[in-house]
């Protein structure tokens, strides 16, 4: 009788083992689930923040220039286009939607840095203390975007690594987790540097 009991138990041990090794991987996929939710929702909490100096800078910069109207437009349109171009967390796995967005950014990037380049050529915009304050934000602000995306891009590297792996991928897979988009761009070197500022 003793030896027909053993097998219930290795049965048992083996079922509390499984299930509990389930369990740990269910969690840690949905842990890490929320770390890349919170991540982009820091990067959106950033660009978005850039977005919003911009009509301040547009007005300012307008004030001294006359004849730089159409790089005004360019900034507009394409803070505009930024405002449009909208993605939630649970379009992450849409690696389309993923670069949308990433192009949108990348057009206010250039827009700014266009802008940038045009304020050189009046002193006494540099000099108001307006224009000074904006662009000290600015640069703020683009380094606070560098640091979301790094924090993003770990946190994405965590959880399509762990939903990859084994016993993760198994339990991701019968759950429906699927990868969700790297942060990457077409012109990564340009990107992730912040706009030069200069005040010479």
């Known amino acids: 009788m003793k030896n027909g009991i053993k097998p219930i138990y290795i049965l048992l041990v ?8 389930l369990i740990n ?46 790089v005004l437009v360019e ?3 394409a803070r505009a286009k930024v405002g449009s ?15 949308r967005f990433q192009q949108a950014q990348q057009e206010l990037s250039s827009a700014l840095s266009r802008l940038i380049a045009v304020s050189e050529n009046y002193p006494e915009l540099k000099a108001s203390e307006l224009y000074s304050n904006l662009m000290t934000q600015l640069e703020g602000t683009e380094n606070r975007i560098a640091v979301a995306r790094g924090r993003y891009i770990e946190s994405i ?3 399509n690594s762990y939903i990859r792996r084994l016993p993760g991928m198994l339990l991701a897979s019968f759950i429906g987790s699927q990868p969700k988009a790297q942060f990457t761009v077409e012109n990564e070197k ?11």
């Open 14 to 21: 083996i079922l509390v083992v499984g299930a509990f090794t």
């Open 25 to 70: 991987a269910y969690n840690r996929i949905a842990g890490n689930d929320e770390k890349v939710a919170a991540a982009w929702s820091e990067v959106v909490n950033q660009y978005q923040r850039r977005a919003d100096l911009i009509p301040n800078l547009v007005n300012t910069v307008k004030g001294y220039t006359t004849h730089e109207r159409e």
């Open 75 to 77: 900034l507009t349109n």
């Open 85 to 99: 171009v909208q993605l939630t967390v649970d379009q992450l796995t849409d690696e389309a939607a993923v670069k």
């Open 157 to 159: 590297q965590e959880y």
């Open 190 to 200: 340009e990107i992730s540097q912040a706009p030069q500022v200069s005040f010479d």
